[in-house]
């Protein structure tokens, strides 16, 4: 079955480490994304990938890195710089990135800085 | 800056009755889309129903509608026949086009959270 998996599922990190999150899709979409939902908030936006080897910043791209070396994979880097990482993270993609088309989401990851 | 506002934090309505969740937004472009979006205990991001602008025609999806007022920059949901698998939160979103230097990506509202009472 076409999708997108993110794992892991639950992760716990030390302060002062990076987590590096996956995000794999199978749908052979252009663009993908990296959004952050906190409590009481909608989901930010924090960096977006059109097209492989490209991509750029969003709303909230302090702290994290991301890198798209293939179309099916764009992991996403929680620094050290990054002060209050924990939060849900949500992972999406699209057949490419304009007009009505639906961006689909993966399950998510819960990471929670120790 | 487009934003997207969600004035109600918390919903409720009894099994097989309809309610209607609020999305006003702000944007002075004329080309845009619209999207709601279901995310329920498990934390799947689900669409529910999506409008292009363009369309004056209010879009519908089996039980869940839209009333979409472009001059009013007003998008809600309808959700007729209320089930208790529609509980969870929904989230309104908006889009550019992406051209013109347009990121095109989804702006969203901070989310209505709907509860069924059986």
């Known amino acids: 079955d076409g999708g997108i998996t993110q794992s892991p599922k639950y992760l716990f990190r030390k302060e002062g480490q990076n987590v590096t999150l996956s995000c794999e899709q199978n749908?052979?979409?252009?663009?993908m994304y990296w959004y952050r939902q906190d409590p009481g908030q909608g989901l930010r936006l924090i960096y977006y990938?059109?097209?492989?080897?490209?991509?750029q910043k969003g709303d909230i791209a302090e702290g994290y890195s991301v890198s798209r070396e293939k179309k099916e994979s764009f992991p996403l880097t929680v620094t050290s710089a990054q002060k209050n990482p924990t939060a849900f993270y949500l992972c999406a993609s699209s057949i490419e990135g304009r007009g009505n088309n639906e961006q689909f989401f993966g399950p998510g990851t819960r990471l929670t800085v120790l | 800056a487009q934003t997207v506002t969600q004035s109600q934090p918390e919903m409720s309505v009894q099994e097989a009755e309809t309610v209607t969740l609020s999305c006003t937004y702000d944007t002075s472009e004329s080309d845009y889309y619209l999207f709601w979006y279901k995310q329920p205990p498990s934390r799947q991001m689900i669409l529910v129903i999506r409008?292009?602008?363009?369309?004056?025609q209010n879009a519908t999806e089996n039980r869940f509608s839209v009333n979409f007022q472009k001059a009013a920059k007003s998008f809600s949901l309808k959700i007729s026949d209320s089930q208790l698998g529609d509980a969870a939160m929904y989230f309104c979103?908006?889009?550019?086009?992406?051209?013109?230097?347009?990121?095109?990506?989804?702006?969203f509202g901070k989310g209505t959270k709907l509860s069924v009472k059986p």
């Open positions: 749908l052979n979409h252009d663009a």
């Open positions: 979103a908006y889009r550019l086009p992406n051209y013109g230097g347009s990121q095109g990506n989804l702006i």
């Open positions: 990938s059109q097209i492989v080897n490209d991509f």
């Open positions: 409008q292009e602008a363009y369309k004056q």
